[in-house]
């Protein structure tokens, strides 16, 4: 049989053989260690020293052309000194106690912004949509913060104002009809008593509890505001509940309910956003029942601010944008008929579009609050010293409360104003970029969502960009109980951004057997 040519995954002939076990320059292994496994720190001991003291050693090899090359052989592993653990002998130093909790809030601080806190296990026998609003947002890894007091300064600041303005601008209406200057100063102290306990209630209380009270709430809202339909008419419209001395605007509790509803169910229905009857609808025909109640009481500006706070929270959910345009091009002829079809909303509209037309009529309102923005100049007329509140501007401490505050405080005032609700927006939203869960999340963005729609309105309204709404300025304008639950809704809003730790209630022994019961299908022989 004639000799193979040599390949070349054949053993050169200028290369000594050499045994599966040990290379001829090598010397044998040790009958500890494999001959093909490195060897590792695990397999040395300090007492043999002698491979530290070996020189590197040279073998020759032979290039195709002939001539011999020396190669110097890297020093194997076990020629490696071992590391010596440094960490050892800092372990046995005594440690203040103090230091110790230092460096060990240091360690979970980088580990968190690194990314390296560990994951909370997924609860096997929750739904799926719960799975997964729990692997996208956990909980576990993200700490307690404080109270934000930017935040609280913020509202603090927009109340001092308002409250300020409120007594400025009433003082001569109080005196002429109850005769006492500080009537509605006095009323509007007292219901910020009260909103300031619902506002510590807010904060404190475990904003999760809402989830129970979800559908209660949002069912009493509805009934309250189908009740308001058979009270007597208030300046043309029935908006108020009366209660002894007092009045209930339901239209407050509407925005509560339906908020706590969308933060609800957008949270359930994560995986299902995107699907128009799951994800879409249900959401619209809640709305749409509080608009249609508010749309004959009449109260436009509510409807507009419920339903803008609707499209908004939807359209952070994730839901498609086609969704949102299809809903604004289907409600585009319902607002056009709205506006059309009542007289004196044209009227409302074509005094916006030319109010000097309209100046003895609908449009005297506006021309008021102009002459008062724009007699206050750049640093005001001082407290006190504006003209149009001495009766000429109609609801001056209400729905145009803007207007004395640009008369006093001039137009850096008015820029205070913004800047506070820019900087309310503001925290609103990273309390809700950085909620606990879901339900926070959306909770916060849409109370956020709902005090910015609103300020934009009466803005817009005060300064002639949009037509007149009958919308207040939140924690600025006087009011009863839309100041008490705005109040509380602040409260909501510190408690989201304080992301409290909370231990989870212990669920009864028939809860967590019906968890654990599993259907066996048993096969007849």
């Known amino acids: 049989m004639a000799s193979r040519p040599a390949t070349s995954s054949d053993r050169r002939p200028d290369r000594p053989a050499t045994s599966p076990d040990r290379r001829p320059d090598r010397p044998a292994t040790s009958p500890d260690r494999r001959p093909d496994r490195p060897a590792t720190s695990s397999d040395r001991r300090p007492e043999r020293s002698s491979s530290m003291t070996d020189e590197p050693r040279a073998s020759a090899t032979t290039r195709s052309g002939g001539a011999p090359r020396i190669r110097t052989a ?23 106690e103090r230091w110790s909790g230092w460096w060990q809030r240091v360690s979970a601080l980088g580990a968190l ?12 026998t929750l739904p799926a949509t719960a799975q997964i609003v729990a692997v996208q947002h956990p909980s576990a890894t993200l700490p307690e913060r404080p109270y934000d007091l930017i ?57 999760r509890r ?45 925005k509560l309910a339906l908020v706590t509803y969308l933060a609800y169910s957008l949270g359930r229905k994560a995986d299902q956003l995107k699907t128009f009857t799951i994800g879409f609808v249900p959401h619209l025909v809640v709305c749409g029942l509080m608009m249609v109640v508010l749309l004959k009481q009449p109260d436009l500006g509510s409807s507009v601010v419920l339903g ?63 002459l008062a923005m ?24 209400s729905d145009f409360i803007l207007a004395p505050i640009g008369e006093e405080l001039g137009w850096i005032g008015v820029a205070l104003v913004i800047a506070l609700f820019v900087i309310l927006v503001w925290r609103g939203i990273r309390a809700a970029l950085g909620a606990r869960d879901v339900f926070g999340g959306y909770l916060a963005f849409g109370i956020t969502l709902l005090f910015g729609v609103q300020a934009l309105f009466n803005v817009g309204v005060v300064l002639g960009v949009v037509p007149n709404k009958g919308i207040t300025l939140p924690l600025v304008s006087c009011g009863g109980s839309s100041l008490v639950i705005t109040m509380f809704l602040v409260g909501l809003l510190l ?8 231990a989870a209630r212990a669920q009864p022994p028939r809860e967590l057997a019906r968890r654990r019961r599993v259907r066996v299908r048993v096969a007849r022989v």
């Open 74 to 96: 890297s020093p194997s592993l076990s020629q490696i000194a071992p590391r010596r653990d440094r960490r050892g002998w800092l372990g046995r130093l005594a440690v203040p």
């Open 113 to 124: 912004r690194a990314g390296g806190a560990s994951k909370p296990p997924i609860d096997p």
């Open 151 to 207: 935040l609280l300064a913020a509202v603090l600041g927009l109340l001092g104002i308002g409250t300020i303005e409120i007594y400025s601008a009433t003082a001569a209406d109080g005196l002429t009809r109850f005769h006492d200057s500080a009537y509605f100063l006095e009323r509007q102290v007292g219901f910020l008593a009260i909103g300031g306990l619902a506002m510590w209630l807010g904060a404190w209380t475990d904003y």
């Open 210 to 254: 809402l989830k129970q009270w979800t559908y209660p709430l949002l069912l009493g809202a509805l009934l309250l505001l189908v009740a308001t339909l058979a009270t007597p008419t208030i300046n043309g419209a029935r908006r108020w509940l009366p209660l002894g001395p007092l009045t209930l605007q339901p239209v407050e509790i509407a």
């Open 308 to 370: 803008a706070t609707t499209l908004g929270m939807l359209f952070m959910a994730g839901t498609r944008i086609s969704y949102i345009v299809l809903a604004v091009l289907a409600a585009a002829p319902v607002a056009y008929r709205m506006v059309v079809g009542t007289s004196w909303r044209l009227q409302r509209v074509l005094a916006y579009f030319n109010p000097e037309a309209y100046a003895h009529g609908d449009g005297y309102q506006f021309m008021q609050a102009r």
């Open 374 to 397: 724009g007699s206050g100049g750049f640093t005001g007329a001082g407290l006190g010293g504006g003209h149009q509140t001495l009766g000429y501007t109609p609801e001056a401490h």
């Open 495 to 502: 408690n989201v951004g304080r992301r409290p730790e909370r």
